[in-house]
């Protein structure tokens, strides 16, 4: 049985639940702390009055208009059926008991630390905390899958690591998750994001669409 950290929807939002993108001050993540607890992960799927909380990571590099974001294909046999074959831009994953023993005590410290884990798990890549930045939330009821999970979303700045784009993308491409891996500009981002009109005919994920307009809608 898996277990995953989640939270209670009205602690998040007392009121109506925002949809979309949040700025990084729209949700106090500390004063939520102690509503925080660990659940069943194949109940906690069918149950959409509460959140499981999920580290989002977004990959760049360069700056201004040579911003490029690492974006890849899921397989199609995806251990989250519902995302089976779409493009993200988002990597990460649920919180688990193990993140909180790992000397995690405040809720930041906590989501820093799965943050770190998955991005090793998932691509291989070691930038370390520094290169996190909390960018903001993603909240959307508009999809089941996206109803019972709350994004919080991390920019993670690759300039420092040594290697080629393409090096990045093919220590990338042979971790477990990606069927592909490329770079996009993110000034281009903002156009491949409606049905069918990503790499090779795919689409995006509703979160990857979400996160795109909202940190590089302006770019």
């Known amino acids: 049985m898996r277990v995953i950290l989640v939270v209670a929807r009205r602690h998040l939002f007392p009121g109506l639940s925002p949809q979309g993108f949040l700025p990084p001050g729209a949700v106090d993540l500390e004063s939520v702390a102690g509503h925080l607890f660990f659940a069943e992960r194949d109940y906690m799927e069918q149950c959409s009055h509460y959140k499981q909380v999920i580290p989002y990571l977004v990959l760049t590099r360069g700056q201004g208009p040579d911003a490029r974001v690492l974006c890849y294909q899921r397989r199609s046999k995806h251990t989250e059926a519902r995302l089976g074959g779409l493009w993200s831009l988002g990597?990460?994953?649920?919180?688990?008991?193990?993140?909180?023993?790992?000397?995690?005590?405040?809720?930041?410290?906590?989501?820093?630390?799965?943050?770190?884990?998955?991005?090793?798990?998932?691509?291989?890549?070691?930038?370390?905390?520094?290169?996190?930045?909390?960018?903001?939330?993603?909240?959307?009821?508009?999809?089941?899958?996206?109803?019972?999970?709350?994004?919080?979303?991390?920019?993670?700045?690759?300039?420092?690591?040594?290697?080629?784009?393409?090096?990045?993308?093919?220590?990338v491409s042979a971790q477990a998750e990606p069927h592909q891996a490329r770079w996009i500009p993110a000034r281009d981002l903002c156009g491949l994001l409606g049905e069918g009109g990503g790499p090779d005919g795919g689409s995006f994920e509703d979160w990857s669409r979400i996160a795109a307009r909202g940190l590089f809608g302006e770019t």
């Open 91 to 171: 990597f990460g994953g649920h919180i688990e008991p193990e993140d909180s023993v790992a000397g995690a005590r405040r809720t930041a410290s906590l989501l820093e630390a799965t943050a770190l884990r998955e991005m090793e798990e998932e691509t291989g890549l070691q930038p370390g905390a520094q290169a996190l930045r909390l960018a903001g939330f993603i909240n959307s009821d508009a999809q089941d899958v996206s109803s019972v999970h709350f994004g919080v979303v991390y920019r993670v700045t690759l300039d420092a690591l040594s290697g080629t784009d393409d090096d990045l993308v093919r220590l």
